[in-house]
């Protein structure tokens, strides 16, 4: 959002702060339908809304750091093969 074109409240809702936090809350509540339906203990849902957290800053430093991932052609281009 251009910082110019926006009042505060409507930055408020579109932060990254805000988009995590609404993420959160879905999948708590993924787990809370998951333990109505007796896939995951109830008690496991209490234990999890106690410690779910997330820092902006961490995801941000992780984002910054190179991905490794399983589907990378470098083994199959490997001149030692």
Sequence with gaps: ???RLHIPEMGAL???????Q?????EIAVCEVHAEMGTIPR???AEIKAR?????ARIN???RRPQITMS????LISPNR
């Design 1 to 3: 959002m251009i910082d």
């Design 14 to 20: 579109w932060s990254e702060e805000t988009k995590f």
């Design 22 to 26: 609404k993420w959160l809350d879905v």
């Design 43 to 45: 008690e496991a849902v």
């Design 52 to 56: 779910a957290s997330f820092s902006v």
């Design 61 to 63: 430093e992780d984002r």
């Design 72 to 75: 990378s052609p470098l083994p």
